[in-house]
């Protein structure tokens, strides 16, 4: 029989998934992942979360929930502070039942400054009750993680160092260090999984030892600051994105509120040697607003993954999170769409298993979680693809981008998809005035913008995570 002909949602996100090298339609796995496996172990399915942030977390809630599973927590550092910007959006909010403490700052209003230092505020089209959720990253996993446990989930404090298997369905061995209260060497211990999550980050070890592929990564660079109280309050709702060449040749660098300092910071692919300067840069172009004497607090420094693994799924086991690859371009988000994959990758996973009698396949996992995601994610990730392509690539780019921001369509479609997760726009009117808008701000932003400054770093940009 002919196949039913696709909607064109689904063409959509085929194509966007097919741009990204996402797996909607992937060859199928060996018949041995496709078969279906029936257990009657007299026991509960054993299943490991690799990785305590909010991908590990909300996967492990979900796994705790659930009958005839038991779920182990592993997290290197309880109280680990990833570095991060912080920022989730609204719909995140209430879609994982998030306390309003744990927001510290509602932002409704950005600052956008260009190479060239024009200000463009942003923020007026946003409803009353909208904003962007300013979190410190302690707080929110913290709070996710504690409520898997509470839910059932087995949390062991410790660094997963190998992940070993005979055959790629299983079972896992997980050779661990465990830390337990007031030990500061780990105790090498070992245990036995039908099924792992991998949720452990940009350097995963689950996703090494399932040979997933490598990626391109940025490094972010962030410094927390104390700044004065006067200085604070200008902050109390406000967010500011700054773009140049002098502060990324790729990216964006930022200030961004918390409780009671700020975030200020930057990052890069294509330079990562220099994002000491970048970072220089960007506290040199915002320090009138930090005052005379900003205080450092904490600096940080972690890596992002560029682009999707090629493999995120192999026998049982799953990457979710910085482990698979979800940080989008041009914004560098991933909070959102870590919670979101290891939420997804965990309830596809427990109904697939029938109430834990049974183990999904490799082909079963793919079909159901890979699948669901890259169709409700993968135009996202196209859009913020292009217009990063577009308008990070140089000064004149730059400063077309910033003054397109000026515009009441632009802001709404893009606060919409952000607070929303959803791919705005569909205004045809409005959508052919911005047309001929980017065709003369790309026009203005070149005639008025500073050369780029050239670099040269043909070695270390090959590296690969």
């Known amino acids: 029989p002919h196949p039913a002909p696709k909607s064109k949602a689904t063409m959509l996100s085929t194509l ?12 199928p796995a060996p018949s041995s992942s496709r078969a279906a496996v029936s257990m009657d172990l007299g026991r509960p399915l054993r299943v490991a979360v690799v990785g305590g942030g909010p991908s590990g977390a909300c996967a492990a ?4 929930k659930a009958p005839n599973i038991d779920c182990t927590l592993f997290e290197r550092k309880m109280d680990n502070c990833k570095p991060c910007g912080g920022a989730i959006p609204l719909c995140m909010v209430d879609e994982f039942e998030l306390p309003p403490e744990i927001v510290d700052r509602r932002v ?10 024009r200000e463009v505020d942003v923020g007026r089209t946003l409803k009353e009750n909208e904003y962007i959720g300013m979190t410190r990253r302690e707080v929110l996993d913290a709070y996710l993680r504690d409520r898997a446990v509470e839910l059932g989930a087995k949390p062991v404090t410790g660094l997963v160092q190998k992940v070993e298997f005979e055959d790629a369905n299983g079972p896992y061995t997980i050779k661990y260090s465990e830390y337990k209260p007031g030990e500061k ?4 211990s070992e245990a ?13 070890r689950t996703a090494k030892a399932i040979d997933a592929g490598e990626y391109n990564f940025a490094i972010a660079f962030q410094e927390r600051i104390k700044i004065p109280d006067e200085k604070m309050k200008y902050y109390e709702d406000l967010a500011e994105m700054y773009v140049g060449d002098d502060v990324s040749p790729d990216f964006y660098a930022w200030v961004f509120p918390k409780y009671d300092h700020v975030g200020v910071g930057t990052g890069t692919v294509v330079n990562r040697p220099a994002i000491s300067e970048y970072q220089a840069a960007i506290r040199e172009r915002c320090a009138d607003r930090l005052g005379p004497d900003p205080k450092v607090m904490k600096v940080e420094a972690h890596p992002i993954p560029e682009h999707m693994r090629p493999r995120r799924v192999v026998g049982r086991v799953a990457l979710v999170g910085d482990a698979a690859g979800y940080v989008t371009k041009c914004s560098g988000e991933g909070i959102y769409f870590a919670a979101k994959s290891g939420r997804m990758a965990a309830e596809e996973i427990v109904a697939l298993t029938a109430g834990g009698t049974r183990l999904p396949t490799e082909m079963e996992i793919k079909d159901t979680y890979l699948k669901k995601f890259d169709a409700a994610y993968g135009p996202t990730y196209l859009v913020l693809d292009i217009l990063q392509k577009v308008f990070y690539t140089n000064n004149g780019a730059r400063e077309a981008f910033v003054d397109m921001c000026a515009s009441d369509y632009v802001q709404k479609v893009t ?9 705005q726009g569909n205004d045809p009117i409005n959508d052919i005035k911005l047309l001929f808008n980017t065709i003369g701000s790309v026009i203005k932003g070149n005639a008025i913008a500073k050369p780029d400054r050239t670099f040269s770093n043909p070695v270390e940009s090959l590296k690969r995570l």
């Open 16 to 27: 966007a998934a097919s741009a990204l090298g996402l797996n909607i339609g992937a060859t």
């Open 61 to 64: 809630e979900i796994f705790a």
């Open 108 to 117: 409704r209003k950005m600052k956008m400054i260009s190479p060239s230092g």
């Open 185 to 188: 060497k780990g105790t090498p």
């Open 192 to 204: 036995e999984f039908d099924i792992i999550v991998g949720a452990d980050g940009a350097n995963s």
């Open 415 to 423: 606060f919409d998809s952000y607070l929303y997760k959803k791919v």
